[in-house]
């Protein structure tokens, strides 16, 4: 039942991410240490510094896309975000 939950998660973050173009920190974002220091790091605000790096790194072409899917273990997201969410809640 978690894997098929977790399918919608990834359907609604592929979907969120066409519609409005923001890469969230926790998406396996990579970027090249030019890149980053070109656009100027990481802004030092308390909330959402991921969104604002890469709207930046976007406006200056230094984003990119790896060639092919990034797989990753969905441990900490069951254990910590998915366990206490309404979502998951009444998914798992």
Same mark, same amino acid.
Do not use: K
């Given at each position: 039942?978690? @894997?098929?939950?977790?399918?919608?998660?990834?359907?609604?973050?592929?979907?969120?991410?066409?519609?409005?173009?923001?890469?969230?920190?926790?998406?396996?974002?990579?970027?090249?240490?030019?890149?980053?220091?070109?656009?100027?790091?990481?802004?030092?605000?308390?909330?959402?510094?991921?969104?604002?790096?890469?709207?930046?790194?976007?406006?200056?072409?230094?984003?990119?896309?790896?060639?092919?899917?990034?797989?990753?273990?969905? @441990? @900490?997201?069951?254990? @910590?975000?998915?366990?206490?969410?309404?979502?998951?809640?009444?998914?798992?």
């Amino acid at each position: 039942m978690e @894997r098929q939950c977790l399918r919608w998660v990834v359907l609604g973050n592929r979907l969120r991410f066409r519609c409005s173009g923001n890469y969230y920190g926790d998406q396996a974002l990579f970027v090249r240490r030019h890149a980053f220091e070109t656009v100027g790091g990481f802004p030092q605000i308390p909330l959402l510094e991921d969104i604002r790096f890469f709207t930046t790194a976007s406006a200056t072409g230094a984003d990119g896309h790896p060639a092919s899917p990034v797989l990753t273990s969905p @441990r @900490r997201f069951l254990a @910590r975000v998915w366990a206490t969410s309404p979502a998951g809640s009444a998914c798992c």
